[in-house]
């Protein structure tokens, strides 16, 4: 069976003054398309070092990482800028939105970094900030908008080049709890409408419960608690 992603035997070591830190240790890993995963655990447990691995951010220091089947450490640097446009969408805690630019120039931004042709891209743009409810907010600067407002235009920028997978990062880490639960209604809410598979670290129990696998990181490795 072929996997969206896949680590196998994945490890991760950082050199520091005096030894060094072991932070992945052996870790296999499956994720199928259109499914969401969730990892939960400490701080420190490894959690965003992990997403940067499969996201192809960093490297591995061993094992292997499959997208689709094919082995990202085989990939260029020009082939990794091509898989990260036409295969991934990356969401952190903090939005990383532009701040001289608009929600919706924030949201076309991956489409023109593509060169993209801007109509259709702008009329991609508008479908998704109506999708994720700032269809009314188009012309504002990040200033001018909430918390959740950033937040949320920063998944539709996250989706602007059709990913098949949404790497993110403590998404919900400064949102209060209203806006929390948004964020999970729309993760599921864009998970079933473009079959669109997330990878979620977080420690929000409750955005923690919207997974169809849950995987838990501790002592350098992942655990999954539900199974396939």
Not at 40 to 49: C, L, V
Not at 64 to 81: A, M, Q, W
């Amino acid at each position: 069976m072929q996997f969206l992603l896949e680590t196998r035997k994945l490890s991760k070591v950082y050199n520091e003054t005096g030894g060094t830190l072991e932070i992945l240790r052996d870790v296999d890993f499956k994720l199928n398309e259109g499914s969401i995963a969730v990892l939960t655990g400490a701080s420190g447990s490894g959690k965003s070092t992990f997403l940067n691995v499969v996201g192809a951010l960093d490297r591995p220091t061993g094992g292997t990482v499959f997208f689709d089947g094919k082995e990202l450490s085989k990939f260029s640097r020009s082939e990794i800028n091509t898989f990260h446009r036409k295969n991934l969408g990356f969401m952190f805690q903090f939005h990383h939105l532009l701040s001289e630019f608009t929600a919706l120039e924030n949201v076309l931004m991956p489409a023109r970094i593509d060169n993209r042709d801007d109509g259709e891209s702008r009329k991609m743009a508008l479908e998704l900030l109506d999708a994720v409810g700032i269809s009314d907010r188009l012309y504002h600067l990040p200033r001018e908008l909430s918390g959740g407002e950033r937040q949320r235009v920063a998944l539709a920028r996250a989706l602007m080049n059709r990913p098949s997978l949404i790497i993110a990062d403590e998404p919900s880490g400064n949102l209060d709890e209203k806006n929390a639960e948004m964020l999970k209604s729309l993760i599921l809410d864009l998970n079933k409408k473009y079959k669109l598979a997330f990878l979620i670290a977080t420690h929000d129990i409750e955005l923690a419960e919207i997974a169809t696998h849950r995987w838990i990181v501790a002592h350098g490795t992942i655990y999954n608690k539900f199974g396939y």
